[in-house]
């Protein structure tokens, strides 16, 4: 009777690739979401996972030595051992213990890994508006934002902002958790444009406004 079973080290090869899918994905959740707020319509959960922003370049560590060690794995010469034993000559690898799924997994990491930086192409485009405002209705208001940790972040709140009446120019930086709004105030208030980032799931901490 010929059996044939896994090797330890297809095993340990597997559990390597769980654990980098995992912590490829969980980096970069936290501008995952926001995208998917925006397509489920729930706004409010845009901010749920923005406590793990200060892990991430943590798992994208742990991320990259995982796979790394994985391929390390797959790659490394057989022992003397290994090639003698009539069990690992006759193994047929499945599919998910092949290079071409170590490969299909190592780029859907990178793709995650990589996320906050093209996140805001999910966001559709704002059509350009010709608002006609006398000057003096104009005001501008600077916003402090708690929670923003990427581009998905600030398109976000970028997005929120934009789809109330009146408002001609929004910005937003997640580095310096700071939004700047301009709008005509006959139109809207700045305590809607708070209503509408903090609707979000982000927070405003502080304002104030120049016009």
């Known amino acids: 009777m010929n059996t044939q079973t896994s090797s330890p080290k297809t095993g340990n090869t597997n559990g390597l690739i769980g654990t980098g899918i995992l912590t490829a994905f969980a980096a970069s959740l936290c501008c995952i979401t926001p995208v998917l707020a925006l397509i489920a319509g729930v706004s409010g959960m845009?901010?749920?996972f923005s406590w793990l922003e200060p892990a991430r370049p943590y798992l994208m560590g742990v991320t990259v030595l995982v796979l790394g060690f994985a391929w390390?794995?797959?790659l490394k010469p057989r022992t003397k051992e290994e090639i003698e034993c009539a069990c690992?000559?006759?193994?047929k690898p499945s599919f998910w213990q092949s290079k071409k799924f170590l490969g299909i997994v190592t780029v859907f990491a990178a793709l995650m890994l990589a996320f906050p930086y093209y996140a805001k192409?999910?966001?559709p485009k704002s059509k350009a508006q010709v608002i006609v405002v006398e000057s003096n209705n104009i005001e501008q208001a600077n916003f402090e934002i708690a929670?923003?940790?990427c581009t998905a972040c600030e398109e976000h709140v970028k997005h929120a902002v934009a789809q109330l009446p009146g408002v001609i120019d929004a910005s937003a930086d997640y580095k310096?958790?700071?939004a700047t709004v301009k709008f005509d105030k006959?139109?809207?208030?700045?305590d809607e444009v708070v209503k509408a980032v903090n609707e979000?799931?982000?927070k405003v901490k502080n304002y104030n406004i120049t016009e």
């Open 46 to 48: 845009a901010s749920a």
């Open 72 to 74: 390390y794995q797959k």
């Open 88 to 91: 690992e000559e006759d193994e």
């Open 121 to 123: 192409i999910f966001y």
């Open 147 to 149: 929670g923003m940790t």
């Open 176 to 178: 310096t958790g700071r």
């Open 186 to 190: 006959t139109k809207t208030t700045v």
């Open 200 to 202: 979000t799931g982000y």
